[in-house]
């Protein structure tokens, strides 16, 4: 399956963080990383009193289900030392599943698609860069479409 993942880290060496993200994901026997977009600095989203972003999305093949591609997202945050004190707050490192394939899944622990995903400025860009035909599967627009629209 083609999933498509955000990465973000807003503290300490952010280049390092993300780096070591994307490192842990393609050790996973049940992920191979198949492309990266650049990385982009970018503003703090819901809490602004923050320090800026950098932000990248990476585009991958798995043979983990979405649950245990979340598992394993949470696993590498907490072997890098993320720590969780407030929702949007400061973080070291953060993994999202922004797309898994064209499923549309809205659990409690997880919503997929990325339920803000279409707001949110950096990650369509990353997106685009990686993946500008990709369809939204609520949505039923491409990335591209969305980038226009939010911009």
């Not at 807003?10 to 993200?21: F, H, Q």
């Not at 503003?43 to 602004?48: D, L, R, S, T, V």
């Not at 072997?79 to 969780?84: A, F, N, S, T």
Request: hydrophobic content about 35%.
């Amino acid at each position: 399956m083609i999933s498509y993942l955000g990465i973000g880290s807003n503290l300490g060496n952010r280049e390092k963080y993300i780096a070591s993200a994307i490192k842990h994901l393609s050790q996973d026997p049940e992920i191979e990383v198949l492309q990266k977009s650049k990385l982009l600095k970018t503003e703090p989203y819901g809490n602004i009193y923050q320090p800026s972003f950098l932000n990248c999305v990476i585009k991958i093949e798995t043979t983990s289900s979405p649950k245990q591609l979340l598992k394993c997202c949470m696993k590498i945050e907490n072997e890098l030392g993320r720590i969780r004190k407030e929702k949007w707050g400061p973080r070291n490192i953060d993994i999202d599943i922004l797309f898994y394939n064209d499923r549309i899944l809205n659990k409690p622990d997880l919503i997929i698609p990325h339920p803000d995903l279409h707001n949110r400025e950096f990650l369509l860009k990353s997106l685009n860069e990686i993946a500008p035909d990709l369809i939204h599967p609520v949505l039923k627009k491409k990335i591209r479409k969305l980038l226009q629209e939010l911009q």
